[in-house]
């Protein structure tokens, strides 16, 4: 299996920036599907970004603002956040998936691990 530990999360004021990230055991890693959700409260969750290999994508709400990378030497996945909104206020979950492929990255139930989130709240 593949663990997952997200950390950077924190409290920022509107138009700052944070660096998440996440720590990912598994020596097949750098083959999985990896990326960020996210839930606001009284929200349902929602794809934010992910990565394959090389590829990124992002959902349009966060276009020219988030950046995913990874780094598959260490097992780590990034998520770097600017110019932040009092919207993006939600806990953020580092995903990974064995197989899912770009034509259903949205949709949560194709990844098959899931981190326990880190909170990132944005004040106005």
């Known amino acids: 299996q593949v663990q997952l530990v997200e950390s950077g999360g924190g409290l920022v004021q509107a138009g700052g920036s944070l660096r998440l990230s996440c720590a990912a055991s598994?020596?097949?890693?750098?083959?999985?599907?990896v990326g960020w959700f996210r839930q606001a409260p009284g929200k349902e969750r929602e794809f934010v970004a992910a990565i394959i290999w090389t590829v990124t994508f992002y959902a349009d709400f966060v276009k020219g603002r988030f950046s995913i990378s990874r780094d598959n030497a260490k097992n780590m996945v990034y998520l770097q956040m600017s110019n932040l909104k009092p919207e993006d206020t939600a806990v953020y979950y580092c995903?990974?998936?064995?197989?899912?492929?770009?034509?259903?990255?949205?949709?949560?139930?194709?990844?098959?691990?899931w981190g326990q989130g880190t909170q990132v709240t944005v004040s106005s």
């Open positions: 995903v990974a998936s064995r197989s899912a492929g770009r034509e259903v990255l949205g949709r949560s139930e194709v990844y098959d691990y």
């Open positions: 598994g020596r097949t890693f750098s083959s999985y599907t």
